[in-house]
């Protein structure tokens, strides 16, 4: 089961700003990290931490947390950036891995 | 360039067992933990294990606690999932990922993944 919740999915007009969210108790104390899967493929992390981004990964992806929300923003959306958005962080209470369910981004 | 690369997947029948590897490169292999992921077809990641960076820890998730078991070879830079006991729920697409030492779990590098079926 998924201890992190997300919406099932979210859509964007290409070109304008998405945010993908995720809460949960733990995002209290630890950052979520974020992943970006299509069809077929193995998921790929694209920002970590407070807000850092892997090589290669395009600025237009950035995070943010408030509380218990943690936040995957896009901005100026592309079409290649359609896909199931996943979050990640450590579970306070047990110490293993709490995954989001994923949201599936629509670009319109 | 860091890679990971799973193997052992494969199609079983239910209460029998299969052991996964995950082969690493180009890191240092015992400066990282590394976690098993699984994706059922058509559904979302489920988190299965973590192996701390020296082996000092191990966790499970609630589903395969007790049946798998993780573990790791310093000499080999490899990382094995023994899955005993297996049942159809257990099918899907696992994959290795390392773990970035942050603390808070980011996954930094995955695998291609591969695939186990559970089926009579």
């Known amino acids: 089961s998924s201890e992190l919740t997300q919406d099932p999915a979210v859509s964007v007009a290409l070109g304008q700003t998405v945010r993908i969210t995720c809460q949960g108790d733990s995002l209290r104390t630890y950052f979520a990290s974020w992943y970006q899967q299509k069809p077929g493929q193995a998921p790929v992390l694209v920002v970590y931490g407070a807000d850092n981004r892997p090589s290669g990964i395009p600025a237009r992806f950035s995070a943010s947390k408030s509380g218990d929300i943690a936040s995957l923003t896009i901005t100026g959306a592309q079409a290649d950036d359609e896909g199931d958005y996943y979050c990640i962080t450590r579970d306070t209470s047990t110490s293993h891995a709490a995954l989001g369910g994923g949201t599936k981004l629509t670009v319109l | 360039q860091v890679h990971l690369v799973e193997s052992g997947g494969g199609v079983v029948q239910p209460g029998t067992s299969l052991r996964l590897s995950c082969a690493t490169s180009?890191?240092?292999?015992?400066?990282?933990?590394l976690h098993w992921v699984r994706q059922a077809p058509g559904k979302g990641l489920e988190w299965v294990s973590l192996?701390?960076?020296?082996?000092?820890?191990?966790y499970y998730a609630e589903p395969v606690k007790g049946r798998f078991t993780i573990s790791r070879d310093e000499s080999e830079k490899a990382v094995y999932l023994q899955m005993d006991d297996l049942r159809v729920e257990d099918t899907a697409m696992y994959y290795c990922?390392?773990?970035?030492?942050?603390?808070?779990?980011?996954?930094?590098?995955w695998g291609q993944g591969t695939t186990v079926t559970v089926s009579s």
């Open positions: 990922a390392r773990d970035d030492s942050s603390g808070y779990y980011g996954l930094d590098v």
């Open positions: 180009g890191y240092i292999f015992g400066n990282h933990g």
């Open positions: 192996i701390w960076y020296d082996g000092s820890r191990k």
